[in-house]
């Protein structure tokens, strides 16, 4: 048993193709940057409307964790119980410099090289990556409704222990799939899905404040996400893999986990 102090970077949406224990994966960076997936944790421990339980974005925890025999990737861990310390949350000032210092230590920007280091021996599976260009942002009709499998999860595993609520209606299905099309530095595209627990949180806001139209609450994550994002910020990729995928030796087995985007820096004209 171990306690580490981490940084929470990703909570990705709930998503019946995952694994039982992997249905929402957190996962976060150690101070000498380097990443660490926990799993299980229970939906109820990342209800942060009805609990605060200091799992949010950017916020330094100690938690005892233990690393997983069942998962060959490094940096998948268990925790030994929920017993939470939080320490400090890292804000955004001055272009997120105190979150920089954490989450940009180790930066991948080739294609390539991420892929020969997801393969064994090392078996990398979490990573920020720095595209050279962001070409496009994707959306695709999904199904308005959770599989059975989604069902049949609640029956197998205490992930949805303490929710008071159904599960089902706590963390809606999204009807859509997001994704970006990149470049890396030689200019090797790639199209990656989005499962950060961010966008899909958006989408149901922007479509509350569109009264029930979907089509204006696209619109909407997708300004913020490709138009805004792209003109305004300088945007890295958290990327991961699922055991499933990766253990199958996919051809690319990661997708995009969480985003990283500070504003772009202002530089200042000096007059001669």
């Not at 994002?229 to 690319?252: C, E, K, P, S």
Request: charged share 30%; glycine share 2%.
């Amino acid at each position: 048993m171990a306690v580490k102090k981490i940084l929470i970077t990703v909570t990705t949406y709930p998503l019946p193709s995952r694994s039982y224990d992997e249905l929402v994966c957190t996962a976060g960076i150690l101070e000498d940057g380097s990443w660490i997936r926990i799993y299980p944790i229970p939906l109820s421990f990342l209800n942060q409307i009805k609990k605060d339980t200091g799992f949010k974005k950017y916020t330094w925890i100690e938690l005892d964790v233990k690393e997983r025999t069942d998962d060959f990737r490094p940096e998948s861990h268990s925790p030994n119980n929920y017993d939470v310390k939080i320490i400090d949350t890292l804000g955004t000032k001055n272009y997120w410099k105190e979150r920089k210092k954490i989450c940009l230590k180790n930066i991948y920007t080739n294609k390539a090289k991420l892929l020969n280091d997801s393969k064994s021996p090392t078996n990398i599976s979490l990573v920020t990556f720095k595209p050279t260009k962001i070409t496009n942002f994707i959306v695709e009709d999904d199904s308005k409704e959770w599989k059975d499998e989604w069902k049949e999860l609640r029956k197998q595993t205490d992930l949805f222990a303490e929710i008071e609520s159904d599960p089902e209606k706590l963390i809606p299905k999204v009807p859509y799939k997001f994704s970006y099309t990149f470049e890396d530095d030689e200019g090797v595209s790639s199209t990656l899905m989005i499962e950060d627990w961010e966008i899909f949180q958006l989408y149901w806001n922007c479509l509350w404040d569109a009264d029930g139209n979907e089509k204006t609450a696209i619109k909407k994550v997708k300004q913020k996400y490709f138009d805004t994002f792209i003109n305004q910020h300088d945007v890295y990729l958290f990327l991961g893999t699922t055991m499933q995928w990766h253990r199958r030796r996919a051809n690319n087995p990661f997708v995009i986990i969480g985003t990283f985007h500070p504003k772009t820096e202002q530089q200042l004209s000096l007059d001669i």
